[in-house]
């Protein structure tokens, strides 16, 4: 269960079959689309754990980088006023 669900009590049933073969290759399956082709099931699993893996880091990074990426949204934003304000010289 994803973590904003444990939070929200609400459950999100993953898909039964996240792995098929089409014409001899194998796919998976996510939210952002298909994944492959790989030339066994037993490869396309372990790309797809690799996958999870690093979504997860990826999410923990942001959690322990998290005041930085907010101060780089605010100097985007920033930039973007000034910007703006220039363009009105």
């Not at 492959?36 to 690799?50: I, N």
Request: proline residues 2%; charged residues 35%.
């Amino acid at each position: 269960m994803r973590e904003e669900d444990e939070q929200s009590n609400v459950r999100h049933f993953r898909m039964a079959h996240r792995y098929f073969c089409e014409n001899g290759q194998w796919w998976f399956s996510t939210r952002e689309g298909e994944e492959g082709p790989y030339p066994s099931r037993e490869a396309a699993e372990t790309a797809m754990q690799r996958y999870v893996d690093s979504i997860n880091a990826m999410k923990e990074y942001k959690k322990k980088h998290a005041e930085r990426f907010a101060k780089d949204s605010e100097k985007e934003v920033d930039r973007s006023i000034w910007n703006q304000q220039i363009d009105t010289l």
